[in-house]
């Protein structure tokens, strides 16, 4: 007669049921990483940029010290963007005021830019300023445009672009991107904005810098 321990069968009861839960909860939290994790996909990436990249960007600035005035606008058409190409079109028209004389055009610029996002190797914020119109320094409670650049490779020269009717190939180009205050800059290369670009980059199978870190 085979005679059993009950203690030990009830105690190896107790540790298949606590295995089992403590399995399903390994799994659970793995799942919920795993979705967490998850990046936009490609058409929402695009679908995102499309909807949120600015129309219309204004600045104005004033000179301390005299009467000068100016007024920066870059007016955006929708963003196109077609496999790996982004595409912007955009008008830029800086006029200034200054001793009785209103509405004077400083700057008059029509571009157009197609932008390999397969090629580009970076992207950046940069802040701008009035194209020497106002300096930075000189002005008062003044806002002033900020650009994304994007930038291929050292060496190379793929990206399109169009001044005035001129096209030209360059190896980076910078785009408005919004507006910023000297007292307080943004750093816009937080913006989900700024992300979703740089996502879609990835997502073109673009390179990254060289890198030794």
Known sequence: MVAFDL???EMNGIYMI???VVTALVFLVGSLAAVA????TRDQTVKYIIDNYSREVKCMAGHRDAFLYADWRASIHPVVIEGHVM???YAILVTQDVSGEYGIIKKNEK????IDLSRIERIDVLLGDYYGVIAKNASDGATFPAYIRFAMAQGE????QVLNGKETLVNQVDV?????QLEAPPNLRK???FKAINHLRKLSGAPEPLSFD
């Open 18 to 20: 606590i295995k089992s």
């Open 37 to 40: 994790q998850e990046k936009p």
């Open 87 to 89: 595409k912007l079109s």
């Open 176 to 180: 408005p991107f919004g507006a910023y």
């Open 111 to 114: 571009w157009s830019v197609d």
């Open 191 to 193: 913006s989900q904005l």
């Open 7 to 9: 203690t030990v069968i």
């Open 157 to 160: 020269n793929g990206i399109r």
